[in-house]
């Protein structure tokens, strides 16, 4: 019997930032793998993840090597580095998705996906730079959680829960999660996946194996990597946020603020009224 293949792709939350081991980054879903079969030696585990990728690296380049490959499980989780740029489009986000999760779906391969948490919100940002970019995790996120159930996918929830506040879950950075976090995701997927009989081996453990980092540790990483992943995005960003800011303040001098919302609603119902893509036909 061949082994169980399992593909990851996505961005730094995928890659594993947060969760060290030797020189590079482990993370949930190398956790996962582990337990999708009675023997960890009976899965072949590909991460194509990488740092910073959007909706259309994962669709344009991660997907093509994903389908080489020829999964059983396939993990889309991204969406996050889309809501931090200035081109953010939730139709665009929607049709790429929807091309990606078909794409694998179609080959057969059990599909995993997720829901984020809001970035502004796990940032702390003050509430007129916060509520713009929840209004776009929001979009995100109903798109996903809807092209979800349209593909048959397995669906976590990441965005809530009481994980979110519990501070030993989240790196330094606050944005990805550290090694218990990381364990958390794997953990919760691996009971969705052993609910539908897809996961046969152990589920893997909660609890971490290597100490937290220190204080100090934790604050040389974010002056240092942290504090670039950070300033990369905000010349990209900031010019922007700040005008979304000034749009919601104003909304809000007027009372006007339920119109974004609306607003966002009305793209959301627009970028999912996109045809279920027909079946192929036969070769």
């Known amino acids: 019997m061949r082994p169980v293949r399992f593909v990851a792709l996505g961005d730094s939350l995928t890659e ?3 969760d060290p081991t030797g020189d590079g980054w482990r993370g949930w879903a190398a956790l996962l793998a582990g337990g999708l079969a009675e023997r960890s030696a009976a899965v072949e585990f590909t991460n194509l993840a990488v740092s910073g990728a ?3 690296d994962v669709l344009e380049r991660q997907t093509p090597a994903g389908l080489d490959l020829r999964p059983d499980v396939v993990s889309v989780v991204v969406g996050v580095n889309d809501t931090l740029r200035r081109t953010f489009d939730i139709h665009a986000v ?6 990606v999760y078909a794409a694998f779906t179609r080959r057969g391969a059990v599909l995993l996906t997720a829901c984020l948490p809001d970035p502004g919100a ?3 940002l003050p509430g007129a730079l916060a509520r713009p970019l929840a209004r776009r995790q929001r979009a995100v996120n109903t798109v996903v959680h809807a092209l979800s159930e349209r ?4 669906h976590l929830h990441a965005d809530a829960g009481r994980w979110l506040t519990d501070r030993a879950m989240w790196s330094a950075d606050r944005l990805h999660p550290g090694e218990r976090g990381h364990r958390q995701l794997a953990v919760r997927f691996h009971a969705l996946l052993a609910e539908t009989g897809m996961a046969n081996g152990p589920a893997p453990s909660p609890e971490p194996e290597c100490p937290a980092p220190t204080r100090s540790a934790s604050l040389w990483w974010l002056a240092t990597a942290g504090t670039g ?3 990369r ?3 990209d960003l900031l010019p922007q946020l700040l005008t979304l800011a000034a749009d919601e303040l104003r909304h809000r001098a007027r009372g006007t603020s339920t119109r974004l919302d609306l607003r966002s609603s009305a793209s959301v119902s627009a970028a999912l009224a996109v045809p279920e893509r027909p079946e192929p036909e036969p070769a």
């Open 16 to 18: 594993g930032v947060g």
């Open 54 to 56: 959007q909706t259309r």
């Open 94 to 99: 929607a049709a790429r998705l929807d091309q």
């Open 122 to 124: 796990m940032l702390g």
């Open 151 to 154: 593909y048959g996918a397995v």
């Open 229 to 231: 992943w950070v300033a």
């Open 233 to 235: 995005r905000c010349t």
